[in-house]
């Protein structure tokens, strides 16, 4: 199983941008795919974007689509999650993990691997 552990975060301005890394460890292979999901405070997680093991396939969630890209560097085993045009509705903490499949419903039933301790995004004025 994959150990994953989550960076990034900070607090910043509506607007502005910040760039989340999922360094991945535990397995060479650049076949695995990667999820990150997030949660705000007293929210349910929820299934933010996913790459597959090529970096060929991604997804987004609606709320996102147009504003975050995921990336992989497959040399360094991380995954990016870049995040632009902040909205204070994206402040949640932030997790990545392994999943079977990035397909459209990638989230939650795709998701096998445990979650990192997550990174905190704060965006506010």
């Known amino acids: 199983q994959l150990q994953v552990v989550e960076s990034g975060g900070g607090l910043v301005q509506p607007g502005e941008s910040l760039r989340l890394s999922c360094t991945v460890s535990?397995?060479?292979?650049?076949?695995?795919?990667i999820g990150w999901s997030r949660q705000a405070p007293g929210k349910e997680r929820e299934g933010v974007s996913c790459?597959?093991?090529?970096?060929?396939?991604?997804r987004y969630d609606d709320s996102v689509k147009g504003r975050f890209t995921i990336s992989r560097d497959n040399a360094k085993n991380t995954v990016y999650l870049q995040m632009n045009s902040l909205k204070p509705e994206d402040k949640a903490v932030y997790y990545c993990?392994?999943?079977?499949?990035?397909?459209?419903?990638?989230?939650?039933?795709?998701?096998?691997?445990?979650w990192g301790q997550g990174t905190q995004v704060t965006v506010s004025s």
């Open positions: 535990g397995f060479t292979s650049d076949t695995y795919a």
């Open positions: 790459i597959s093991g090529s970096g060929k396939i991604v």
């Open positions: 993990a392994e999943v079977s499949l990035c397909l459209n419903s990638w989230y939650p039933a795709g998701v096998f691997g445990s």
